[in-house]
């Protein structure tokens, strides 16, 4: 594809309902990063991945939060027992080296847990 | 650890008026500076990088180490450049983790 992509686009879930999140970044790009972004909040960082590596994961606000990226390519981010903090938009983001500096974004996924 | 401080919520102004967006970052490194842009329904984007020392749709921005900032200008705004706009860090030889500030709201208004 020409761009980060990711699915779904809005998520409803009832508290308690696990949900998968889904990012197809752009092919080739070695650097992963998943940040989460609340209403009138900036970015903040979750995880990253380099190729199939989870190198970070500091930014992960629970046990509940869980990401992967077996084959170095798409990734998934797990939020189990979901609560009504957990939402907002989960932004997904590729970069094509190590050190570029310079990220390619997703449109995203809304997360609203009710 | 890393912080960006953007102080400004929210920038109105008039079109043709001059705009600066503030950044102020916290980092004991060398750090990389970038600024994104979200216009509406549109997906973040990178605008400008500070290495680079480019101008994009009319936007500069210095990189002051003296008082660790990075603002954002533009000598004559455009209705077309309302956007969210975000400052972002990388600490250059640590883990190149995009760390980005809240975000400022500019309006252009005709």
């Known amino acids: 594809g020409a761009g980060v992509s990711q699915s779904p686009r809005y998520k409803v879930a009832k508290r308690g309902q696990d949900v998968a999140l889904r990012c197809d970044p752009i092919?080739?790009?070695?650097?992963l990063f998943w940040y989460q972004q609340a209403l009138g909040q900036g970015p903040e960082f979750l995880t990253y991945?380099?190729?199939?590596?989870?190198?970070?994961k500091s930014g992960l606000p629970s046990d509940r939060f869980f990401a992967e990226r077996p084959e170095g390519s798409v990734s998934t981010l797990k939020i189990q027992r979901t609560q009504q903090e957990d939402s907002a938009v989960y932004l997904c983001?590729?970069?094509?080296?190590?050190?570029?500096?310079?990220?390619?974004f997703g449109q995203g996924t809304r997360l609203t847990v009710v | 650890a890393q912080r960006v401080t953007q102080p400004e919520k929210l920038l109105s102004v008039f079109k043709g008026a001059p705009v600066e967006l503030k950044c102020n970052y916290s980092?004991?490194?060398?750090?990389?500076l970038f600024w994104y842009v979200q216009y509406s329904r549109q997906r973040l984007q990178l605008l400008l990088r500070?290495?680079s020392r480019e101008s994009i749709k009319g936007f500069t921005a210095d990189l002051n180490k003296g008082e660790t900032s990075f603002h954002l200008k533009k000598p004559f705004a455009q209705e077309e450049d309302s956007a969210m706009y975000y400052c972002?860090?990388?600490?250059?030889?640590?883990?190149?983790?995009?760390?980005f500030g809240r975000g400022t709201s500019l309006i252009v208004h005709p």
């Open positions: 092919s080739g790009h070695v650097s």
């Open positions: 980092y004991s490194g060398s750090p990389e």
């Open positions: 991945f380099q190729n199939e590596a989870q190198l970070d």
């Open positions: 983001a590729s970069s094509p080296q190590v050190g570029s500096g310079r990220a390619f």
């Open positions: 972002a860090l990388v600490a250059s030889g640590g883990s190149y983790i995009p760390t």
């Open positions: 500070h290495i």
